[in-house]
């Protein structure tokens, strides 16, 4: 087959052609123009990692606003398990004892409580009293050394407070959430804060653990107790008058009575009684027992008529 002689443009000239060549450079030029109107657009915008690198002064406005306006969270109202395997290896067993039911009177608290029999530990100072005046009264003791408020609230709505209904319950906490954390206890989750809680936040904690308990057992009354004086932080010291004041505001005198026993355990001058308390001046003695065990004997047994 033959082929067509080429005819170079550079030889001939052509009007049309000239014409069409000339609309396709103006066409490629153009073209060219837009492209390179369009790349920047696309090739220089950062992305949202590089914006937020290129624009610290958006970032350190408003971050800091928000952190400063963001409410507190009041701890003493969330609910919470203490750390270790020993605090989980209680709670299971005092689970399974409210599983059995068969029982009439709950003791709900914190060490002072559970010094009662040592609950969690070995502690047992008014054992002696305990199997006297409670023990014939179906009475449990589901106190736990170092509680706070957010601790008792977490036992409780994790199988405490489920399987049984108790004619009544004596509950006395919030001392741990009052005064300062000066040390660390990582075992137990608690690092040095400073002050653990003020005293409206401990009084909503309280007030959270009586709601708690009106829930998981409407039918029971409660002897609801001041928190106990204590004279080894003097933070602690100031705020449990304060926070024993607004407690009394929740008696009713139909579920919950307030029952404060600050003068039971203190003199004239409202010093501590000695011999009411170790040496650490915090936990009672059995001595201190005693006194608590005469106490509340008259006002418990008129819970339960």
């Given at each position: ?36 109107a ?18 610290p ?48 009177v709950?003791f ?47 036992r ?19 001392t ?5 954390q ?7 989750g ?21 709601k ?94």
């Open positions: 087959m033959n082929s067509l002689p080429f005819v170079s443009p550079m030889k001939k000239s052509c009007p049309v052609r000239n014409k069409i060549l000339t609309l396709l450079a103006l066409a490629l030029t153009s073209g060219l123009r837009l492209l390179a369009d790349v920047p657009a696309t090739s220089t915008a950062p992305t949202p990692a590089a914006a937020a690198t290129t624009a002064a958006a970032t350190t406005t408003t971050t800091p606003a928000a952190t400063s306006d963001a409410p507190k969270v009041n701890t003493a109202i969330v609910p919470a398990p203490q750390r270790g395997a020993n605090y989980l290896t209680v709670h299971q067993r005092l689970v399974e004892q409210a599983k059995k039911g068969d029982i009439d709950l709900v608290g914190d060490s002072i409580t559970d010094f009662w029999i040592g609950v969690s530990s070995p502690q047992q100072r008014g054992k002696e009293v305990w199997d006297k005046y409670f023990a014939p009264l179906k009475a449990a003791d589901f106190g736990y050394n170092a509680d706070r408020t957010q601790n008792v609230l977490w409780l709505q994790n199988g405490e407070g489920q399987g049984f209904s108790p004619k009544a319950i004596v509950l006395m906490i919030g741990n959430n009052t005064g300062v000066t040390r660390a206890n990582p075992a137990r608690l690092p040095a804060q400073g002050v653990r809680n003020t005293v409206p936040e401990t009084v909503e904690g309280v007030t959270a653990v009586v708690e308990l009106r829930k998981d057992f409407p039918a029971a009354k409660i002897l609801f107790l001041a928190i106990f004086p204590r004279n080894d932080d003097d933070l602690a010291k100031a705020q449990i008058p304060l926070v024993n004041k607004e407690l009394a505001k929740l008696d009713d005198q139909k579920n919950i009575f307030f029952l404060d026993l600050t003068k039971n355990f203190t003199d004239a001058d409202g010093n501590l009684i000695p011999e009411a308390f170790q040496p650490d001046h915090l936990h009672p003695s059995p001595k201190g027992y005693q006194i608590w065990a005469d106490a509340i004997q008259e006002p418990l047994a008129k819970l339960l008529k």
